[in-house]
């Protein structure tokens, strides 16, 4: 069975609770509720994890090597931030789809600029958290 991993990063555990107006009502259950649906009706499987820890979100991505077909991350701030986060995404052969809530182009200048998305397959921004069902459809569509 073809699997497929999810990465939150920092303050993603917040959602429903953390700036409504922004990032909507939804919590991180309900979001990885919505894309465990998804790719079980095409018969994937999904491993759902997040940290505001930089280097476990770091090792997740190792060890993703073999193990799934693609990986659906929203790092969060760590996006204008973590060259070591580049550099792991960059390490391994398993490809990566970034995904922001909001449009992170229409925020403050230092959310315009994503140090991920050269390293990435895709970005996906500002559709919401539809944005994470989004990215799972592509890998399930590409199979």
């Given at each position: 069975m073809a699997k497929l991993l999810l990465l939150n990063g920092p303050n993603l555990n917040?959602?429903?609770?953390?700036?409504?107006?922004?990032?909507?009502?939804?919590?991180?259950d309900d979001i990885e509720h919505n894309v465990r649906e998804v790719v079980e009706a095409v018969q994937y499987q999904l491993d759902a994890k997040?940290?505001?820890?930089?280097?476990?979100?770091?090792?997740?991505?190792?060890?993703?090597?073999?193990?799934?077909?693609?990986?659906i991350f929203?790092?969060?701030?760590?996006?204008?931030?973590?060259?070591?986060?580049?550099?792991?995404?960059?390490?391994i052969t398993v490809p990566v789809i970034e995904v922001h809530?909001?449009?992170?182009?229409?925020?403050?200048?230092?959310?315009?600029?994503s140090l991920l998305a050269p390293v990435c397959r895709g970005q996906i921004v500002g559709l919401g958290t539809a944005g994470y069902q989004l990215a799972a459809k592509y890998f399930t569509l590409n199979d």
């Open positions: 917040r959602l429903g609770k953390r700036e409504p107006e922004v990032y909507g009502s939804e919590t991180l997040q940290s505001n820890h930089e280097g476990e979100l770091i090792d997740w991505i190792h060890e993703a090597e073999g193990v799934y077909k693609g990986i929203n790092p969060g701030a760590y996006t204008h931030t973590s060259i070591a986060l580049r550099d792991a995404i960059s390490s809530i909001s449009n992170v182009h229409q925020r403050e200048e230092f959310r315009h600029t």
